[in-house]
């Protein structure tokens, strides 16, 4: 099996990845946030909203 990226390539990568780790963590749980709320139900979406109306009104304040 054939590597489809450089080696200069997953070097570059891997030196992001050290410089931008909580940016990629950020990323990452982003996508996963989004990929639960496909999937969820109704009464999960509804806690959710609820959630982060609470989480919204303590980090901003009006």
Do not use: G, H
Not at 1 to 26: C, G, L, P, V
Not at 36 to 57: G, H, M, P, S, W
């Amino acid at each position: 099996m054939t590597m489809k990226t450089t080696k200069a390539q997953r070097d570059a990568s891997n030196r992001w990845n050290e410089k931008n780790k909580e940016r990629k963590y950020y990323l990452a749980k982003r996508s996963m946030a989004r990929s639960y709320c496909r999937v969820a139900t109704k009464e999960d979406l509804e806690a959710l909203i609820t959630f982060a109306n609470e989480k919204l009104a303590e980090r901003f304040p009006k």
